[in-house]
């Protein structure tokens, strides 16, 4: 439920009021006090979902120049009419849960929390998910998500694109990009802290964890996740839905990377570093695109926006805040995304090869576990590219030439050098 309260001209009134007659709102009219000329304050409730109906007849019976409306939430209603909006657009013909656009910019820019606050709670995050990629323990790398401060930026920028509104797309990706540094740079410190004051083993190799190996192979299944977070928190914020509820889901795409990216170089590992910092700009990238997708299908538009008008929709001189977005997104496309789908072209051979080999009659008693195939590094490296293939085996019996019959049908399907390592797990079965 929602409380509006604006200040018309006099000369404005019977409009605004008629509009509020047709729709069978209830309202109240008061004088205005001050010594600002002939104004009157009109007060209403309507539904949330009504909202940017009234707004909108509003704007069309030329009260679209708020020189102050205010819109507060209520916890109920009770008028004559009450009981007939909320058929009406709660559970009837006109329901809709989004809400205005005007509350939607205000809700996206509540999320935006202030500058201190913003990096510490990243800074930690990073911190959190650092320590839980190298235990390999789920549960921190949950509880880093959890306190990433993320959701804010991401969706401001988003709504910013939507509404071709050039100061939330600045704000929000200057923010996101703050925040992915802060992020990146807490990870490679903390990780400098616990390898130089050997706190690990000095012979750790941090792509051989396994939750530092599913973010240094960014695939299909990766860009989905980025999708997904975008797509959920676009939702959420238009619905009204909890922003922490969303927010652990694109922190989730963002702040496991990211950390992945800090722990990379500071172990000198340009597999790691690349494939997580590919990962974490298609994530990003994925996450604003989607936002905007939702956001767009649910209806914002910017408010100079004329239905059916094609030319003055898109003059150059009002979607040029969007264009240099779409621009930008387009180049990380491109270039991240050729990366990826390359990657995943590269691992659809590999578990090809890899099930077609474990199929023959000789290899009936493996039972094929997880197939790892390394990032490409492209001309960053001349090493061959690493996959790793985990099988059960009775542990009576060897396979000593499974490893170099992978690497020559990976190579002759591939077309690449690779090393092939394969992990064996013995299995005894009584």
Known sequence: MRLVRTLIKDEDKEAVLQVLNDENIDYIVSKEASDRGELVVVEFPVPEQALEVV?????????????????????????????????RFIVGEEADDSIAAEELRSQALELLPNAFTFLLLTFLSAVVATAGLLLDSPALVVGSMVIAPLVGSAL???VGTVLSNRKMIVDGFTTQIYGLGIAIIGAIMFSLVLKTG??????????AINQIAQRISPGLLSLIIGVCAGAAGAAGLATGISAALVGVMIAAALIPAAAAVGIGIAWNSQAIALGSLILLVVNAASIHVSGVAVFWYLGYRPDWWEPGAIRPNFKLGRIGPSLV??????????????AVSTHVGFEQSVNEV????????????LALMEVRAEF?????????????VVVKRPPDQNYPRVSEQLKNRISAKTGRQVTVSVEFVDRQQA
């Open 198 to 207: 050997h706190f690990l083993s000095p012979s750790l190799h941090p792509g």
């Open 376 to 388: 490409n590094q492209g001309i960053l490296s001349n090493n061959p590219q690493e996959v790793t």
């Open 354 to 365: 890899v099930g077609e080999t474990l199929s023959q009659q000789q290899y009936q008693e």
């Open 156 to 158: 401001t920028a988003s």
């Open 55 to 87: 707004l909108e007849k509003f704007q069309t019976a030329g009260h679209g120049e708020h020189q102050y409306t205010v819109v507060a939430d209520a916890k109920s209603a009770l008028s004559s009419n009450m009981g007939e909006m909320e058929e």
């Open 325 to 338: 977005v779409a621009i930008a997104l387009l180049v990380l496309f491109v270039t991240a995304g050729g």
